[in-house]
Nanobody
Framework: QVQLVESGGGLVQPGGSLRLSCAAS????????MGWYRQAPGKQREVVAG???????SYADSVKGRFTVSGVNAKNTVYLQMNTLKPEDTAVYYC?????WGQGTQVTVSS
């Protein structure tokens, strides 16, 4: 069973940066599109960014210009670089591919 594991979350001040990683136990990102999602307390899970197998990226309007998704197929890993973080970015961040979800990593933006 393929597993996805997110890491890199933490507490950061507003304006700061974090880089999240999504590591797959097998090379699935070469064959399946993937997405980064987040869920804040009391809110529905929402898509943040996407990366297709041909390298096309997409972003929610709320993070466009601040977040960047990238992948390294040789490492079975996809990253989400998050810059200029805002308190409203606080959420549990998940990666998803081929109908598989990771366990999530908490991102808290607070002074």
């Amino acid at each position: 069973q393929v597993q996805l594991v997110e890491s890199g979350g933490g507490l950061v001040q507003p304006g700061g940066s974090l880089r999240l990683s999504c590591a797959a136990s097998e090379n699935i990102f070469s064959f399946y599109d993937m997405g980064w999602y987040r869920q804040a307390p009391g809110k529905q899970r929402e898509v943040v960014a996407g990366l297709t197998t041909d390298g096309t990226t997409s972003y929610a309007d709320s993070v466009k210009g601040r977040f960047t998704v990238s992948g390294v197929n040789a490492k079975n890993t996809v990253y989400l670089q998050m810059n200029t973080l805002k308190p409203e970015d606080t959420a549990v961040y998940y990666c998803k591919s081929r109908n598989l979800w990771g366990q999530g990593t908490q991102v808290t933006v607070s002074s």
